[in-house]
């Protein structure tokens, strides 16, 4: 028996068909790559600098409200 197929049989939850049919699945996957954490990074700034753009939008349409606000006659 091999390493593998000794993994696979002692399993404790998995019948030894199953942890087989798990492992050809896992092993036809492919390897992830590094441009993933990179691209997150990329994704982060780019939520960070909408977030900034947000709350200046949002404080400039609050201080002319108030600024409309206080020059109306009563």
Do not use: C
């Amino acid at each position: 028996m091999t390493s593998v197929e000794a993994r696979q049989s002692s399993h404790p939850y998995l019948t030894p068909n199953r942890a087989s049919t798990i492992s050809t699945w896992q092993s036809s996957l492919p390897e992830r790559k590094l441009q993933f954490s990179m691209t997150s990074e990329a994704d982060a700034e780019s939520r960070k600098a909408a977030v900034e753009a947000y709350q200046q939008l949002k404080l400039s349409l609050f201080s002319r409200a108030g600024t409309s606000a206080a020059h109306q006659p009563s």
